[in-house]
């Protein structure tokens, strides 16, 4: 049989082979290599004997301690007193190789980075349970290779110098665990009012899941995500083979059942306002376990007597008009429209029954309080404060808006009816200018919310956020600039080293400085002599009030040239309250405003002030009779000067709204840049001379 001749190989596939063979040999080099210097480090003397002593201070912006994270509530216990669901839940679910490894794993690692890169972020971080004792005792938790390097030499030498029980056992009694719990003891307490001995193979999951991010899975703070994460842990431990299908399946359907009381809640002055500073942090790359451990000094732009204030207000006014159930709150947020700076913050009275932040997370409808954006909007078209208006019954389609107490007064100027809070005229406004032309208002003020494009807007019907309708105010108190709030000023570590500092350049031109100046002419006009009166602190000023159907929801949002305030009350399962805009809410907005002002005096808005001195002959409404409707609708007519609306009668209210969007160059504001650059130790803001994009109104 003759003989078959060798096939030739690919000279490429070769050398594909060869280049494999060189780099196996120097990953495997190198990996061995690191093994060596790894197990040549020194173990740490007396580790055994370590106690953590490193507290993180928060600062109000005038130096007064406001919260320490430390340890808030503490229960040391030995690894015989922690129940083997629970070992194996944490285990399972952060270190599942945690007693065959050596203290780190150098492929889990190198595969986290590579799912890094993919991911372009941070998604895997790869850390055994060794390599976070290490964080948590000497390290900070800054994103860094260095820092990597570092924990992994560290945890090498935690292995060298104790047992893997004690290493276990070190970790259940530092790692933080969410509302001020520090260690397995303390969460047990905290969450379920129990001894470790006593939890439930369902409640061990569930502390087995908040290591990674202790607010986010809290459940306090969210139910939903920390049954979801309780379940994945439980998943995982089946998987593993640490519990049965039935054990599993049991748990599974184990209802959540909390103490009663949030023992770990923050008793601080701002609960609410720490919360949001955590967020803030979270958001600029610190780590939740970075901020409370790493001893760092936290200096913030709360006002510590402003915040003190509110708290008062609160409490006091809500006493006085009866509104004393749980589930009967106020929420109240206060910042500087000239930096941003957060100057008070309350999202609820009553933190340690309810962490849900009314400011940030509450969607409720801002009644009349939402109208000044409509007057905008107006304003912005051509509209002049002193137009008439004509505050009769109107009717849409199917629905006619009323005045509140059905009370109508006729022929009156256009800034006289924002002072009334007339609906009907709102209405009208809104049906002359457009749905379309007051959404895109909203949006560029601030309103961050999903808006309907229905006329009812107009009245405050959709929900928005007490956080947005602060900044929308803002815009007009600062002549036009919407500003972005923010809590932390800057972070320092122990030994001084800045290794944070705010950046006040969020700012951006959204309203021209007319507009704004006209819109603060007229809400300084609700406060002397229209809804709003109660509020007033005798200094330049402008605000409105804001109530919904049924009494439910109670709103004011008013504003100084130096800080901005809004107030909110209302039953958190909707029900009604009873109260007014111009009541409660104008009440604690004027106490709070008193005392957050006192610093500043009586300082005049930057811009020129609009001057109402007028000679306006009002028609009473049962005067008028067969009088003509005086609406700007009509009076256009009038004029010839609305041909486009009567060619248009019979297409759809949004075909004749539907606006291009043009280009406006809006100058930058000389006296604002003064006054900001006094303000503010930042640069001034490049974006605020660029060419803003708002629709024509």
Known sequence: MPSRKKRKENPFFSFIKIILVIISAVVLAGYFAVKMYLAELPPIPQLNNYNRNIVTQVFSSDGKLIKTFQTFHY??????????????????????????????????????????????????????????????????????????????????????????DKI??????????????????????????????????????????????????????????????????????????????????AALKEKIVLAKKNKGANTNIAPYFIDYVLKELEDLGFDETEITQGGYKIITTLDYDAQVAANEAIEKNLAAWKLTGPKQNAALFSFSPMTGAIIAYCGGKDYSYSQYDRVTQAIRPPGSSFKPIVYAAAIHKGWMPTDPVEDSPVTIGDWSPHNYGNKYKGIIPLYKALAISSNVVAVKLIRDIGIAPVVDMAKALGITTPLTHDYTIALGSNGVKLYDMVVVYGTFANGGYRVKPYSVERVETQRGRVVYQADRTKVMKVLDKDTAGIMTAMLRKVITSGTGRRANINKPMGGKTGTTNGNKDAWFIGYTPDIVTGV??????????????????????????????????????????VDFTINFEEVPYNELNNKKDFSREDKDKDKDKNKKKDDNKNKTNNEIFRRIPVQINIPFDEKFLKKYKKESSSNVPEESNEVVEIPPM
Not at 106 to 127: E, Y
Not at 569 to 577: A, K, L, P, Q, V
């Open 75 to 164: 229960e040391h216990v030995t690894i015989d007193e922690i129940p083997q669901d629970l070992k194996e839940a944490v285990i399972s679910t952060e270190d599942k190789n945690f007693y065959t490894h050596d203290g780190y794993d150098i492929f889990g690692i190198a595969r986290s980075i590579i799912v890094n890169i993919i991911n372009k972020r941070a998604t895997q971080g790869a850390s055994t349970i060794t390599q976070q004792l290490a964080r948590i005792l000497f390290l900070s938790n800054e994103k860094t290779f260095e820092r990597k390097i570092k924990e992994i030499q560290i945890a090498a030498r935690i292995e060298k110098s104790i047992s893997k």
């Open 168 to 249: 276990l056992e070190m970790y259940l009694n530092n790692v933080y665990l969410g509302s001020g719990a520090y260690g397995v003891g303390a969460a047990a307490s905290i969450y379920f009012n129990k001894s470790l001995s006593e939890l439930t193979l369902a409640e061990s999951a569930l502390i087995a899941g908040l290591p990674q991010a202790p607010s986010l899975y809290s459940p306090y703070k969210n139910i939903d995500k920390a049954e979801k994460r309780r379940n994945k842990v439980l998943k995982r431990m089946y998987i593993m083979k640490k519990i049965t299908r039935k054990q599993y399946e």
């Open 568 to 609: 909110f009350i209302g039953h958190d399962d909707n029900r009604g309250i009873g109260l007014t805009g111009g009541t409660a809410p104008a009440k604690i907005w004027k106490d709070t405003m008193t005392v957050a002002t006192e610093k500043y005096g009586s300082t005049e808005f930057d811009y020129s002030p």
